[in-house]
């Protein structure tokens, strides 16, 4: 949140700051899925662990840096919004990719084209989950 007398973040600076933390978010991701797989984990596993793996560095990230932090939702509610959203959209969307064009386009084309699709509806559910509101 911001502090007293400071003006809070603009969406355009807010979008910036997510998107860079989503690209940290998205190598992080891509870092893990790419061991998983050396390690013989099954794609869809694998992006169940790298998403995990991912999700917390993300909130972290965007709860003290994109966003400004609502004083009326607690931190494990907080938490638990950004997560369950994650699993819906990036999660959902990513595993949702990998099993229905892996088999077509190869496990990366899918696992990469579920990550861009995601990241737009993540910035909504990121701001709702931190902020408490979707637009402003």
Avoid: Q, Y
């Amino acid at each position: 949140m911001s502090g007293a007398g400071e003006p809070g973040r603009s969406t355009g600076s807010k979008i910036i700051r997510f998107a860079l933390v989503g690209l940290v978010n998205t190598c992080i991701d891509l870092a893990a899925f790419f061991v998983l797989l050396k390690l013989a984990v099954p794609p869809l596993a694998a992006n169940v662990a790298s998403w995990f793996v991912a999700v917390l560095f993300s909130f972290v990230a965007n709860r003290f840096w994109s966003f400004e932090r609502s004083p009326d939702i607690r931190l494990h509610h907080s938490f638990l919004r950004f997560v369950s959203l994650g699993a819906l959209i990036s999660l959902g969307v990513s595993s949702l990719s990998i099993a229905a064009l892996a088999g077509f386009a190869g496990v990366w084309p899918a696992k990469i084209g579920g990550v861009i699709v995601a990241a737009v509806l993540n910035f909504l559910a990121a701001r709702w989950s931190i902020e408490g509101r979707p637009s402003k």
